[in-house]
């Protein structure tokens, strides 16, 4: 008769890379079905392991070259929903756009969600994400309430903030290190409405666009920047913010207000995103562009949430455009002190390098609890970079000018950190190999980014 | 109100296929072998298309228990109109050319299991003298190949208990749909080399789930197997024995 013990499923050998595509990495994937099969992987006497979501992640730390990696997508089962409390009960590989095609229509929207739609929400927690609302309500990790993660003996492990809260806070942007996550309960957004009431402001330069967070903080949940990194002199950092609370039905005129949770809507103005291919002339006629059609004054818009929240992702794959070799994406954070002067000096070395990279975000953070988190109070600046020449060796002099400031770089976003350079960005590194080593005595669970910044030596 | 019960739930298609059914209203009792699986799957389809799926365990080898199964899984649903046999599984193929153990296994898997189940849901089906039978079947079953005919013959058996199965039921108002399907993106055809062609399970859903719609007889998932198939059955048998795919 057949067996019923569950066997480790087969392996794909596959070519993977991040969202960056750089850089590319030759692995044996596994995508289990089950519960089971997923633990018959992760308990397998063999080499080194490391889940994978929707491979969002840029860099390389969903990819372990010559190794194994566990692709979860097919553990995406929504468990229980309660519309009193919001609480979703779901499996990890759920995304975003999951939860708002389910959800948005109820009335229910992510508490937080990062600049693409398509993510996991287990990715979400092991790279702790932040959205535009992150000075306000923080990153997602913080509107979970536990998670369930399968550590390297198989067993699964309750987490939350009071129960075996050292390994929550070790996976709270932990890059997958301790273990699977597999299951987690989140707290729902109740919104009235699928659409967005915000404004469009020019801010002309770095000190204008600081004001300008400062100023609408207390008045808007999400707030961005977006900013055009070719100007120079005394229009440096000129800048558009995109701000926005959820709109009330009061706030929605008629036409939109009789079917308010509608999900299909296309009506605000996009910020335009339409270029043949890019190199540092197109680059910057799209900033001179884009930041001509917002010159009229600040009004107050309707958005729908597609627009507001997501405007790269009505381009599939946009980093395709950079090319074969692919990009870097280099998000950085100073402390609030070091923020201006350090915002200047990075835009003003990016300006001279002609590396011209089109999207550049800035945003305001608040205060964030992982031990490998990113989020610090402070401003963030996210600027592309498509593979070139010496282009790894400018961004480690941006490294330098980061780490001189105490600012910190993004990990979900990185494929080419030194290993110092992390250790001194990231000074809870040693609480949090501890937390990672009682879970995970024989580093089972390691990545391409793991073993290149030595994050458990 | 449709109520349906779906064999091997679990599997992705099968999955996509329920919260088909279940966006339309039916009411579904989903079966697979491990009960907190087919739960995920129940609970997954009730949050996403705002229902209350059933769910419960069957196995497809223990003959003994299938009528005690379908009886219950009716009586849950509180009666029922279709049902969709969604398991099947690929087996050890290598070990199945001389085991005849793991031969036997993956015929009572994909074949005399079903039969089984099947026979007991028509005579529901026949009595009330209305509903519903969909049988997924594969494309492997239409030409026996020298690297999974064990599997392929018991599709191929399948297919045929299904025609004759809806030509005695037709007089009886109850409908029977056989599936052929291509090589789909699951575990069938991850890591496996020459899986050509391969749609995903949401698609080979769409397809299923509207040529159900149309109550289609034979359909190949996608379309385009049916001239593949075609082609494939005319290569005379002295050519095909030397073929390796």
């Known amino acids: ?457 | 109100m449709n109520r349906v019960l779906i064999l091997g739930a679990t599997s992705p298609i099968a999955r996509a296929l329920a919260l088909r059914f279940a966006s339309d209203g039916a009411q579904l009792y989903l079966a697979a072998r491990n009960a907190d699986e087919a739960r995920r799957v129940a609970e997954d389809v009730s949050a996403r298309a705002g229902v209350t799926a059933l769910s419960g365990t069957f196995d497809a080898s223990d003959f003994a228990s299938h009528d005690e199964f379908v009886r219950h899984a009716a009586a849950a649903l509180g009666g029922l109109d279709g049902v969709v046999v969604c398991f099947g599984t690929l087996g050890d193929e290598d070990s199945a050319q001389t085991d005849p153990g793991e031969a036997l296994a993956t015929i009572h898997q994909n074949f005399t299991g079903a039969v089984s189940l099947i026979t007991l849901a028509a005579r529901h089906l026949e009595q009330q003298r209305s509903g519903f039978i969909i049988v997924i079947g594969s494309v492997a079953g239409e030409r026996g190949r020298k690297k999974n005919y064990v599997y392929g013959s018991a599709k191929g058996a399948l297919a045929t208990f299904a025609q004759g199965l809806r030509g005695r039921l037709a007089a009886s108002g109850v409908h029977v749909m056989t599936v052929k399907l291509g090589t789909v993106d699951t575990r069938m055809t991850w890591g496996r080399e020459g899986a050509l062609l391969t749609i995903a399970p949401a698609k080979a859903a769409d397809l299923i789930y509207a040529a159900y719609r149309k109550r289609a007889e034979v359909v190949y998932v996608p379309w385009f197997w049916r001239l593949i198939m075609g082609a494939i059955r005319m290569i005379p048998e002295s050519r095909f024995k030397r073929v390796s795919f």
């Open chain 1, 1 to 457: 008769m057949t067996t019923n013990t569950i066997s480790v499923p087969n392996p794909r050998r596959a070519l993977l890379a991040g969202w960056g595509r750089y850089p590319l990495s030759e692995s044996d994937v596994y995508r289990p079905d089950r519960i089971a099969e997923l633990q018959a992987v992760v308990t397998a006497n063999s080499t080194s392991l490391i889940a994978r979501g929707a491979g969002r992640a840029y860099g390389d730390a969903a990819l372990n070259d010559q190794n194994r990696v566990v692709d979860l997508t097919r553990l995406n089962r929504m468990l229980s929903f309660d519309p009193a409390t919001g609480l979703l009960r779901c499996e990890a590989a759920v995304t975003i756009a999951e939860l708002i095609d389910v959800f948005l229509p109820r009335g229910f929207f992510p508490p937080v969600t990062p600049g693409t739609r398509f993510v996991t929400l287990g990715g979400s927690v092991a790279a702790d994400v932040h959205g535009k609302n992150h000075h306000r309500d923080s990153s997602l990790a913080s509107h979970v309430t536990w998670f369930d993660l399968m550590i390297a003996s198989g067993e699964v492990i309750r987490c939350s903030r009071e129960e075996n809260s050292a390994l929550f806070w070790a996976t709270v942007g932990g890059m997958g290190l301790t273990g699977v996550i597999l299951e987690l309960e989140l707290r729902m957004r109740h919104v009235e409405s699928a659409y967005l009431d915000g404004e469009l402001i020019r801010a002309g330069n770095v000190d204008a666009a600081i004001e300008a967070f400062e100023r609408i903080d207390a008045q808007y949940g999400y707030s961005v920047a977006w900013i055009d990194c070719n100007s120079t002199k005394s229009a440096l950092g000129r800048s558009i913010l995109n701000v926005g609370n959820f709109a009330t039905l009061d706030q929605l005129p008629p036409n939109l207000a009789q079917n308010p949770l509608s999900t299909m809507p296309k009506l605000s103005p996009r910020v335009p995103f339409n270029f043949p291919a890019v190199n540092s002339l197109t680059v910057r006629a799209f900033n001179a562009v884009n930041y001509a059609i917002h010159r009229e004054k600040a009004a107050h818009t309707i958005f729908d949430w597609d627009s507001f929240f997501y405007p790269l992702d009505s381009i599939r794959n946009w980093p395709r455009i950079y090319g074969k070799r692919g990009f870097v994406q280099y998000q950085c954070v100073w402390p609030p002190a070091e923020s201006r002067a350090g915002l200047v000096e990075v835009l003003e070395a990016i300006t001279r390098s002609r590396r011209g990279s089109f999207l550049a975000v800035l945003k305001k953070f608040g205060a964030q609890d992982g031990l490998l988190s990113f989020p610090m109070p402070g401003y963030t600046l996210a600027i592309d970079f498509p593979v070139t020449d010496g282009m790894l060796e400018f961004l480690d002099t941006l490294d330098v000018m980061v780490l001189k400031r105490g600012g910190r770089v993004y990990l979900a976003k990185d494929a080419r950190m030194s290993p110092e350079t992390f250790r001194a960005m990231y000074p809870n590194l040693g609480n949090w190999q501890a937390a990672k080593s009682s879970a995970d005595p024989e580093n089972r669970f390691s990545s391409s980014l793991s073993r290149r910044l030595r994050m458990t030596e």
